[in-house]
């Protein structure tokens, strides 16, 4: 069964302190992963896909990176207005391309100004 | 383009009722989801359709029925709502042709059953 494990649940950061989340899987054959931003009240927003092994994706102050066995959402400097709930997923195991996903509880970010 | 597009976006049912939640998207989409997301459990996928005529249940599809009725348009019933449905429901899509798609959210609809 796909599992994907998202750490630590909650972060707060002060502005312009660096930090980094995790997302830990495990599923058989990774045809990608997914990260999500999610505001309150709101929709989960697509931030990025990764595709291999050691491949980087940066946006604004987000690079988001990956390895065999977790993914890393780096912040750098981070402002309050990046304060949100971080979502990441995993295609489920089947091949398909209608891609059901797989989705880690989420890392609840808050930046102090 | 207004992307996903879900309605109502709040929604009070007494136990037993009945309603249905709209979704929309305009982004030629093939594949349409539909997930609820409560605290500690995350999102998890309640009804799928990978393309227009079809539809899958996901991992939570017990009191729900969906409809696509085309190929923008994918509706979640339930038939006789219960408190445990209480929840947020996102729709979602994703586009074709690709063997991992990005998936597209909506804004939500907040259920409270009593």
């Known amino acids: 069964e796909d599992q994907v494990t998202q750490s630590p649940e909650a972060l707060r950061l002060q502005e312009g302190e660096s930090s980094s989340l995790n997302c830990s899987y495990t599923?058989?054959?990774?045809?990608?992963l997914f990260w999500y931003r999610q505001d309150p009240g709101k929709g989960p927003e697509f931030l990025f896909t990764?595709?291999?092994a050691g491949e980087e994706k940066e946006k604004e102050r987000l690079k988001a990176t990956l390895t065999k066995k977790e993914s890393f959402l780096h912040i750098t400097a981070p402002k309050p207005e990046d304060s949100a709930t971080y979502l990441c997923?995993?295609?489920?195991?089947?091949?398909?391309?209608?891609?059901?996903?797989?989705f880690g509880q989420g890392t609840i970010l808050t930046v102090h100004p | 383009n207004a992307g996903v597009t879900q309605t109502p976006k709040f929604q009070v049912l007494k136990t037993g009722q009945s309603m249905t939640l709209q979704c929309a998207q305009d982004?030629?989409?093939?594949?349409m989801y539909w997930y609820r997301q409560d605290p500690g459990m995350g999102l998890r996928l309640i009804y799928y359709?990978?393309?227009?005529?079809?539809?899958d249940k996901g991992e939570v599809p017990n009191g729900y029925n969906v409809s696509r009725l085309n190929k923008r348009e994918f509706s979640l019933r339930l038939e006789s709502a219960a408190p445990s449905q209480t929840s947020v429901y996102f729709c979602?899509?994703?586009?074709?042709?690709?063997?991992?798609?990005?998936?597209?959210f909506g804004p939500g609809t907040r259920l409270t059953v009593l």
């Open positions: 979602a899509s994703s586009a074709p042709g690709l063997a991992v798609d990005e998936q597209f």
């Open positions: 599923v058989s054959g990774l045809r990608g």
């Open positions: 990764l595709y291999s």
């Open positions: 997923a995993v295609p489920n195991a089947g091949g398909t391309s209608y891609g059901k996903l797989t």
């Open positions: 982004m030629n989409h093939n594949s």
């Open positions: 359709s990978a393309s227009e005529g079809t539809t």
